[in-house]
């Protein structure tokens, strides 16, 4: 039967292939009943999950000398929890009692302990029960296959190219993992459209939908799947009419990109002359080679926080290096801005265990980017030093996260000079005149732009963030994705307020949120006087067409004018006047 199911379209583009379906460990548990002659092959896999998730633990234990110590103690934790007879003896004792499989009698067995531990009156020992779900998390996706290692595996063996990611929803680390394989589109139930998420799946120029709400349990695995991207529109077992006339107008979208790879080397500069800098951003050193294929004049947007992901350890100094280093290598003399990690929210290192308090603690507003540099200084002075060491092959610029006190900028100067220092003591040239940035991506860091005008080299406004801080709007809750809007009044405000100042002490400034790459935004940015775009390469040419048929002394004043407006219907149609 064919049906449609609308979300998000985060991603433009179509794609059309089957659907592979990914599990979300504890939350699809299936309960089976086991015939009594394959009870003990059951406790048999059982236990070999458990030795796994062992293992694991402590291979990632035996590489972590650069972690920090409470890493350390998580894994202990988490062993210990692996060898208590609650985990290990009661679920196999329920396999055999009421022969069931292997996952439901460990999810039976957690929610007891769950229960148990929420009675217990110390807070600690309570809070202990999200390292019991983590465990049993990791066990269950050992015995069902790590959420997307099957799916991984069958990608890479399977001869199709057109296979459709299904999935509650997925972290930015699952996504980067997905980099290396050809997936022809994302959908999932949950997540906003400026979430790293979306973010990923736009800077590797596939469709993707998110927010469909209960995609994933209305879609069976193989089936076919069309994905247009950019309506937010998924059909499922499509007739053979519509599938032609997507297949129609996917064949269109790849001409219209064909023709714009003819823009590749033409100058980014507006009618009238003025030349606008269009830069990309990269998750990955092997994001490179896409860059140049786009023709960026640099790397405006560095996310290293991704070098982190999807590990069990920290990269040691000598690792970062390497990767800051093919990175500027790659750029070949174009400059590259590294930005040091923005961990924390939903980019977490441990995200099981604070996937519990996410709600309550609100992690976008805690301890995240260059809060949690300052508060783990020697990851923190691991990066600095890596891309210092980096920064004697070629251009590199730094640039810090989330800042919104003179203090914090104050301290992150502090601790470059102290990296900077130890690596003259060793004798280790770096560029001494290193440029440093900060992100504008909090109201109070428009707002009081003066205080990173008068500390810093360069700015870069961070719209994704800034957008949702300014109108209070989670970027990765699908339920206020309504909400999330580049053109409300207030954001205009505070992106005009930053580059008319920074204009007149004469700093740079860029734009690397998702805005930059947004070619219906393009001449808005140009008229309010942005000569700098950073953006996934899979935009730099939508967004240089847009570029090379704008006059930007024309534009100015029309884009004055839109600024003064403060009722979204009038806004909207001064834009589209703009554009046309
Ligand atoms: C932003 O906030 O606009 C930004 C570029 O950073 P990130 O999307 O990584 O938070
Ligand atoms: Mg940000």
Redesign the pocket.
């Known amino acids: 039967m064919s049906f449609t199911l609308h979300g998000l379209g985060v991603s433009g583009g179509i794609a059309i292939g089957r659907a592979m379906l990914m599990s979300h460990a504890t939350l699809e548990v299936a309960h089976l009943t086991i015939a009594p002659r394959l009870v003990d092959k059951e406790v048999a896999r059982f236990e070999a999950a458990i030795a796994a998730v062992k293992a694991e633990l402590l291979q990632v234990k035996e590489s972590t000398e650069h972690a920090p110590a409470e890493l350390a103690a998580f894994i202990d934790i988490h062993t210990m929890f692996l060898e208590d007879p609650e985990l290990v003896d009661k679920p196999r004792e329920i396999i055999r009692e009421r022969r069931c499989n292997a996952e439901w009698a460990l999810v039976q067995q957690m929610e007891q302990l769950v229960e148990q531990f929420d009675r217990f009156e110390d807070a600690y020992l309570r809070e202990r029960k999200l390292d019991v779900v983590q465990v049993v998390e990791r066990v269950i996706k050992e015995l069902l296959g790590h959420p997307g290692r099957h799916a991984l595996k069958a990608a890479k063996n399977s001869k199709e190219d057109s296979l459709i990611v299904v999935a509650h929803d997925l972290s930015p680390a699952d996504t980067i993992a997905f980099k290396e394989h050809r997936f022809a589109a994302f959908i999932t139930d949950v997540g906003g459209a ?1 979430s ?1 998420t979306a ?1 990923l799946a736009r800077s590797m120029a596939i469709p993707a939908v998110l927010g469909l709400e209960n995609g994933r349990g209305l879609i069976r695995d193989g089936e076919q799947l069309i994905v247009d991207g950019l309506r937010g529109v998924v059909i499922v077992n499509p007739d053979q009419r519509v599938l032609e006339e997507y297949q129609l107008r996917k064949e269109q979208i790849e001409l219209e990109r064909s023709k714009l790879k003819r823009l590749k080397s033409a100058k980014s500069e507006s009618l009238d002359g003025v030349s606008v800098q269009l830069f990309a951003n990269i998750e990955l050193p092997g994001d490179v080679p896409v860059a140049l294929e786009a023709g960026a004049e640099g790397v405006g ?1 560095f ?1 290293t926080e991704f070098l982190f992901l999807n590990r069990g350890d920290m990269p040691d100094e000598d690792e970062q290096y390497e990767a800051y280093k093919k990175v500027v290598k790659g750029m070949a003399g174009r400059p590259v801005t590294i930005r040091t990690f ?1 961990l924390g929210a939903d980019k977490d290192l441990r995200p099981e265990t604070t996937a519990g308090d996410r709600v309550k603690t609100n992690p976008a507003l805690g301890r995240r980017a260059i809060r949690l540099s300052l508060a783990e200084p020697r990851m923190f002075q691991t990066q600095l030093r890596a891309i210092l060491r980096a920064s004697k092959h070629g251009p590199i610029k730094l640039l810090i ?1 989330m800042l919104a006190h003179a203090h914090e900028i104050d301290q992150a100067l502090a601790a470059l000079e102290q990296a900077k220092s130890s690596l003259r003591g060793e004798k280790v040239s770096f560029d001494e005149n290193i440029e440093v940035g900060g ?1 504008i ?1 909090i109201p109070a860091a428009a707002l009081a732009v003066g205080l990173f005008l008068r500390r810093l080299d360069f700015l870069s406004i ?5 957008i949702q801080y300014t109108l209070a709007i989670d970027r990765s809750d699908e339920q206020v994705a309504a909400l999330y809007d580049p053109l409300h009044p207030a954001v205009l405000m505070l992106i005009a307020h930053t580059l008319a100042s920074a204009e007149k002490v004469g700093i740079p400034v860029s734009v ?3 805005m930059a790459g947004d070619p219906e935004l393009t001449r808005l940015l140009l008229g309010m006087g942005l000569r700098i775009f950073s953006m996934h390469p899979s935009q730099i040419l939508k967004v240089k067409h847009r570029v090379l048929k704008s006059d930007v002394g024309e534009l100015a004043p029309n884009v004055r004018r839109i600024l003064r407006l403060d009722e979204p219907a009038k806004l909207r149609e001064a834009l589209e006047k703009l554009n046309a």
Do not use: Y
């Not at 961070?462 to 800034?466: K, Q």
């Open positions: 400026t790293h973010i947007l996310r923005d996260p992100m991506e961070g719209t994704n963030d800034l690397c949120g998702e």
